[in-house]
Structure formats: structure tokens, C-alpha cells
């Protein structure tokens, strides 16, 4: 469920209808309400709650401030994958023992920070990373909690690019590496082995691969347990999979009943790492029609975003529903060619939507729904746009939380020679 409905006609948001927003603040425009990021985090919580996870809302899916700020009051930790990223979880006073951090490439300042700010581990994807962490742990004289992110080998329905637990991934360590670094952990004497990390990949409408994972590394655990072995955590990552389309993804709750026997009986302490499921359906991307193009093989409509505000269908194909704000202006069924809507970058990859039955006239406001995780965080200047203004929608109030960049902005850094 989500907080975007017509009433009387109008697309709103909470109640409030977006084109008074689209009106005040210019498009393109994303937009958020704030309860339904907060009702889709307590719907983990609650679905989790006889295990009392940790749940650590993924960065990446949408970083602004004042989502974080939204989440992190409500007792949520945060799951990072960069010195940015730590900087604002440190912005947003996110207690740092609520803080884990992944990703393949950590530098040594990233790791350096993280260590300071007193995070509460790394999931460590490599044995050299975890080297090199052992080394700065030595540097800074201090014991570093990590666990180690195993690459499980399984493969869920999901687009390819957001597959990460595939053997040819770059993702994890192999288990049987995990297993002997595990059991052979006095060799890095400044670390704590805490845990153990699965992630297998975004979008993950079914629990059968996340119960395949699970019972893979509850294996493992027995196994280095039996050698000694004692951990604490076991993290079992993201991918809560939302609807965009005709996707019938399992609820909070039909997914927790699933995992929740299993979770049980492996008894440690469970950590969550969702993203899109939390903000996914949290946000939309309202835009404005600027023309409509009539050709003899198409219909193309022509709005005021494009691929480097919401690259997601360009870059995995994937489907955005897209309507207007005011319904009366909604195609009726049949009655003309359908549309592809696009942008006005300059690349034919540049597409919203293909192949849509929508009717729209200049001037029209559009909304590009599911918009709320991996949309601005993936906008970029291409084509030397400046990126767009985000509000957040709370109750009857309606807050800017990111200015709409300038075109002093896109050139404030550089460097005429
Ligand atoms: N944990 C780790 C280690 C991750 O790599 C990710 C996402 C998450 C948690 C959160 O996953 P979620 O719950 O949001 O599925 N840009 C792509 C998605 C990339 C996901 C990257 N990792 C998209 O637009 O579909």
C-alpha cells in the first residue's frame, strides 16, 4: 500500500493534490510521502518482530537527509556502502552501532572513518579487504568487528545487473574461503569475526531463493561452529521485491513466515538490510508533457524528464506505471496509438515508458510511479541538466528536503584553464 490515490479526480499524495506541488515547485519533481516509508518499515518490523532484528535501511535506495532522518528516529540502522554514505548516517545522528557497512572497494579512508565513527562492522567481501581492515585496525590500535559476506551461488528471478550472489559476481567470498578464513581467525588478530552476511540480489518477488540462501549458510555456520567457531550475527541483506507492474511480490509478512522458522533455529542475531521496499513505492517522479509527436510509425510524448532523472528503464529495461495527475485526461481504451513517453536527452534510450496507452496533451503533469528507491540517488547532470527538486509530503505538511540545482551549480566546480 502506498499514498498516492485519486480523489476527486487528482493524483495525491497523502491527500494533497501533486499538482499544486508540481504547480509551487516546478518539474520535474520527485516526490514523497512520509507515511508510507514509515509504514513500510514498520510492516518489516512488525512481520520480524519475534526475532527483534536489527534492521538497517539501505542507503543507496535514496539517500536524502531527511528520509534517513525519517527512518532513523523511528529506531531504524542504516546499511552503507561508502564515506558518503557514512557521512550522512552521521548527519542524521544514526547511532553508529547501528551502522553496517558493504561493498566491494572500501579505501583505506572510508574504512579509517568508519572505524573512528565506531560502526557496528563491515561486511567484508574479500580476503585482501579483510587484510587490509586487520591492518588499520593494527594502525589505529583497535579490535574491528566484521562479518564476512558469502557469495552463495544462487540465482533469483530478478533483472541480471541486480543479481549479486552468482558465483561470476564480484560479490562475497566463496564459502568454503568464508569457512577457513572463519576457522582460521587468530591470523588476524585485530578483528573480530562477528558474523556472516548474505545478499543475494534486488527485486526478489518469491522467498524460495532467500530460503535456499538461508538454509546454504545455516550449513556453513554448523559447520565452523563445530571447528569452534562462535558468531553472533548472521545479516541476510535486502531485495524485497515491489510492484511496479503485474509483479505479485510476497508481502512483509508472507516472507517472514517463511524465513522465520529457519532464522529460528539457526539463533543468532538477525540483521535486515531493505532499501526499495521501504522507499520504492514511497516516491514518484512527477513531470510535464512539453510536446506530443505524431509520427506515421509512432506517437511519442514528450516530457520535461528524461534518463538522467530516472535512468532505471533505460539501464534494466524496467517498467514504471506512468498516469496523469488528472485523471479526466486518461486515454480512454483503444481509441488512439499507444505512446512511448520520452525525454528530451539526446539518446534513443532515453524512455520512461514504452508502447503505453496513455493520451496526454502539452502541458499535461504526468506521474512516473515507484520512483522512490534508486530514482534521484541514480539522476545525474547528463546533457548538462541540473538535478531536481525533491519534496517530502508529511500529513497536511509539505516540505522541500533538496533544492532543484542551478545551472551556476552544474559548472560551480570546474575549472576554466
Ligand atoms: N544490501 C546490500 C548489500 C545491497 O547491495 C543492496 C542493494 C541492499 C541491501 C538493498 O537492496 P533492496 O532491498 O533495495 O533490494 N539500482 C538497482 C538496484 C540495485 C541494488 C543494489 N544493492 C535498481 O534500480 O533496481
Do not use: W
Request: glycine fraction near 6%; charge should be positive.
Amino acid at each position: 500500500m502506498h499514498e498516492f490515490a485519486y480523489k476527486r479526480d487528482q493524483l495525491c499524495c497523502e491527500g494533497l493534490p501533486v499538482k499544486d506541488l508540481a504547480k509551487k515547485f516546478a518539474t520535474p519533481l520527485y516526490v514523497y510521502s512520509a507515511k508510507t516509508v514509515l509504514d513500510h518499515f514498520l510492516k518489516i518490523k512488525k512481520a520480524f518482530a519475534p526475532l527483534k532484528p536489527l534492521i538497517c535501511y539501505s542507503v543507496k535506495a535514496n539517500s536524502n537527509l531527511s528520509i534517513l532522518k525519517l527512518l532513523v528516529d523511528k529506531g531504524a540502522g542504516l546499511d552503507i556502502v561508502s564515506g558518503g554514505e557514512l557521512y550522512r548516517a552521521q548527519k542524521v545522528k544514526c547511532l553508529a552501532k547501528k551502522v553496517v557497512y558493504a561493498s566491494v572497494g572500501k579505501t583505506v579512508k572510508e574504512i579509517k572513518d568508519a572505524i573512528e565513527y565506531g560502526i557496528l562492522m563491515f561486511n567484508v567481501e574479500s580476503a585482501p579487504e579483510l587484510e587490509r581492515i586487520n591492518d588499520i585496525a593494527a594502525e589505529l590500535n583497535r579490535r574491528v568487528d566484521v562479518a564476512l559476506r558469502v557469495n552463495l551461488d544462487i540465482s533469483p528471478k530478478t533483472h541480471a545487473y541486480i543479481k549479486t550472489a552468482k558465483k561470476e559476481t564480484k560479490f562475497g567470498m566463496e564459502p568454503d574461503l568464508a569457512k577457513d578464513i572463519l576457522i582460521n581467525q587468530r591470523c588476524y588478530p585485530n578483528l573480530n569475526m562477528k558474523g556472516v552476511h548474505i545478499h543475494i540480489g534486488s527485486q526478489i518477488t518469491e522467498a524460495r531463493p532467500c530460503v535456499d540462501a538461508i538454509k546454504k549458510i545455516k550449513a556453513l555456520i554448523k559447520e565452523v561452529k563445530a571447528q569452534g567457531v562462535i558468531l553472533e550475527y548472521l545479516n541476510i541483506g535486502g531485495g524485497l521485491g515491489i510492484i511496479y507492474d503485474k509483479e505479485r511480490p510476497q508481502t512483509a509478512a508472507k516472507f517472514a513466515r517463511k524465513v522465520l522458522p529457519l532464522l529460528k533455529s539457526i539463533s543468532l542475531k538477525v540483521i535486515l538490510e531493505p532499501g526499495r521496499f521501504i522507499v520504492g513505492n514511497a516516491g514518484i517522479l512527477v513531470t510535464k508533457v512539453l510536446y506530443v509527436k505524431n509520427t506515421i510509425q509512432k506517437k511519442f510524448i514528450i516530457i520535461d524528464a528524461g534518463m538522467n532523472d530516472l535512468i532505471r528503464p533505460s539501464l534494466y529495461q524496467a517498467h514504471h506505471t506512468i498516469v496523469p495527475l488528472s485523471l479526466y485526461r486518461r486515454k480512454t481504451k483503444g481509441t488512439s496509438k499507444k505512446a512511448d513517453i520520452v525525454g528530451p536527452i539526446c539518446e534513443s534510450a532515453d524512455f520512461l515508458g514504452k508502447e503505453r496507452d496513455l493520451d496526454a496533451k502539452v502541458g499535461d503533469y504526468l506521474a512516473v510511479l515507484g520512483a522512490g528507491a534508486y530514482g534521484f540517488v541514480m539522476s545525474s547532470n547528463y546533457n548538462s541538466r541540473p538535478r531536481v527538486a525533491e519534496v517530502l509530503v508529511k500529513g497536511k505538511e509539505v516540505k522541500l528536503v533538496r533544492k532543484r540545482e542551478t545551472y551556476k551549480d552544474l559548472v560551480a566546480k570546474e575549472i576554466i584553464v
